[in-house]
């Protein structure tokens, strides 16, 4: 099956910072954009951040612009969220998902609908 593993999340106090992790299990990510979506309870899940696949391109949500990079290490194949002085409307379950080349949306859109191969997700609870 092909998907993402998220990890990396936890319980961190407003102001504390994490760096969360997303792997690919069963292709590579030479060749894919990859993105990273929050949901938090009872709302949609949004787009937060995308990179391209040699990492040299990125995109940010107005939301999360100053807060979050979205580094990727080509030699591991990971690309990961580094989300600092975290805010409790940071909490949420918070996933990656490939860019789908071929499905007609432009590169950098956080557009959901524009990403596949989820992963489970991983929990980011931030609370004092």
């Known amino acids: 099956q092909l998907q993402f593993v998220e990890s990396g999340g936890g319980l961190v106090q407003p102001g504390g910072s994490l760096r969360l992790s997303c792997a690919p299990s069963?292709?590579?990510?030479?060749?894919?954009?990859v993105g990273w979506f929050r949901q938090a309870p009872g709302k949609e899940r949004e787009g937060i951040s995308c990179?391209?696949?040699?990492?040299?391109?990125?995109n940010y949500a107005d939301s999360v612009k100053g807060r979050f990079t979205i580094p990727k290490d080509n030699a591991k194949d990971t690309v990961y969220l580094q989300i600092n002085n975290l805010k409790p409307e940071d909490t949420a379950v918070y996933y990656c998902?490939?860019?789908?080349?071929?499905?007609?949306?432009?590169?950098?859109?956080?557009?959901?609908?524009?990403?596949?191969?989820w992963g489970q997700g991983t929990q980011v609870t931030v609370s004092p």
């Open positions: 069963g292709f590579t990510l030479d060749y894919y954009a």
């Open positions: 998902a490939r860019f789908r080349p071929d499905a007609g949306w432009p590169l950098g859109t956080l557009n959901r609908d524009a990403y596949d191969f």
């Open positions: 990179i391209d696949s040699s990492g040299g391109s990125t």
